[in-house]
Structures are given as structure tokens and as C-alpha cells.
């Protein structure tokens, strides 16, 4: 269960605005990059599209068999950038763990099947991977924590 303080930096990160991030990713439009690291600390860093958001409070992520999916098998946290389109630097930055994650479950092509054709692609095996948001911060600045707090 997210608490008020949890909320509230979720509005103080979208610059006031009282949304919760659904409402947020479905009405803003912009880019985002998915930020992960191995069990020894190397970097890999991907464009992704908009988070989904399950029932359960969690969100997801399709991916495919590559490297960011690799450095989730040993390290389990993630970040999220999100960059408003338009011109300065709107957005938010989610902070992640790793729940689970599904191999080419029904429920990863149903939420596919919105954007793009349901069908599996023969050879290309997908995850459905689910993270709990720890912490939500403006893309600029570090909302009302400061350095020691982190």
C-alpha cells in the first residue's frame, strides 16, 4: 500500500499537478529510457516506452532477450527517466525493484495486442517483468529529499 508521503512526492515530481501516475502516462506524452546494472555494477541503459500499470499497484515492462533483461536476473533494481516532449526538462524519474516476471504469458500479449499486432513473432521469446515503484522524483532536482537522505 503506497502511503501520503509517497503521494505527495509523486505530485511535488509532476510539478505540482494532482495525477497519479496513470493518469500521467496516459495523458502526457514524451520519451522514456530504462536504466539497469549487472551483479558487478556495469550499466546498460534502453529506450522504453511507457510503463503499464497492473491492478495490483505494480508496473511492467515488456521486454525482449537482451541485455537490460539479463541485468535484472542479478540485480533487481532499475530506473526509470521520463522526458516530457516539448522543449525543457519536464518529467519524472521512477526508482524500481523487480517483483517477477512472466515468459510469453497470455496476460504479456493482451497488454501487447493495445499497441501492436497480438500475435507471438516466431524466435523472439518476450518477459512480462513487474517492478514496485520506490520512489518517484521530478526529472530535474531532487524533489523535497535532499543528498543525505538518498
Not at 511492467?60 to 532499475?78: G, K, V
Not at 517477477?100 to 507471438?120: F, G, N, P, V
Request: glycine content about 8%; overall charge negative.
Amino acid at each position: 500500500m503506497l502511503d501520503k508521503l509517497f503521494f505527495a512526492r509523486i505530485i511535488q515530481a509532476l510539478g505540482g499537478q494532482v495525477m497519479d501516475l496513470r493518469d500521467y502516462f496516459e495523458k502526457v506524452k514524451g520519451h522514456g529510457v530504462l536504466a539497469t546494472a549487472d551483479a558487478e555494477g556495469k550499466v546498460d541503459v534502453a529506450i522504453y516506452g511507457k510503463p503499464h500499470f497492473m491492478d495490483d499497484g505494480s508496473i511492467a515492462f515488456i521486454m525482449s532477450d537482451r541485455l537490460t533483461h539479463a541485468n535484472l536476473q542479478s540485480n533487481n533494481h532499475a530506473a526509470y527517466l521520463f522526458k516530457e516532449k516539448g522543449n525543457g526538462y519536464k518529467g519524472v524519474r521512477l526508482f524500481l525493484s523487480k517483483l517477477r516476471e512472466e515468459q510469453d504469458s497470455d496476460l504479456l500479449y493482451a497488454i501487447r495486442s493495445k499497441r501492436y499486432a497480438s500475435e507471438k513473432e516466431e524466435g523472439k521469446t518476450r518477459f512480462l517483468v513487474f517492478f514496485n515503484v520506490d520512489k518517484v522524483l521530478p526529472l530535474i532536482g531532487a524533489g523535497e529529499e535532499t543528498a543525505e537522505e538518498d
